[in-house]
């Protein structure tokens, strides 16, 4: 079984940062290819950033440029970086892999507004 809690959200101002943390616990840490998944009301879940094993990174144009995706394999814990936020950025955010084939977790919301 394999844990992911998000955790960082919030309320915050257009041009404002956060960075969200998703922890990974259980009886097999996660070291998969991991990646930030949002969703707002009345949209599908969008994957906006992934990491691989190795370290590479993924970024949907949406988020290019803005967002920055890295992970602590100590600390099991794999972090979105979120800059230059927008509007449109407000979601409830989640880790899993890209195709969602982990069990969700509840995510964290951020709310970018004035």
């Known amino acids: 079984q394999v844990q992911l809690v998000e955790s960082g959200g919030g309320l915050v101002q257009p041009g404002g940062s956060l960075r969200l943390s998703c922890a990974a616990s259980?009886?097999?840490?996660?070291?998969?290819?991991v990646g930030w998944h949002r969703q707002a009301p009345g949209k599908r879940r969008e994957l906006v950033a992934s990491i691989t094993d190795n370290g590479s990174t993924n970024y949907a144009d949406s988020v290019k440029g803005r967002f920055i995706i890295s992970r602590d394999y100590a600390k099991t814990t794999v972090y979105l970086q979120m800059n230059s936020l927008k509007p449109e950025d407000t979601a409830v955010y989640y880790c899993?892999?890209?195709?969602?084939?982990?069990?969700w977790g509840k995510g964290t919301q951020v709310t970018v507004s004035s």
């Open positions: 899993n892999s890209p195709w969602g084939t982990l069990a």
């Open positions: 259980g009886s097999r840490a996660s070291i998969d290819i």
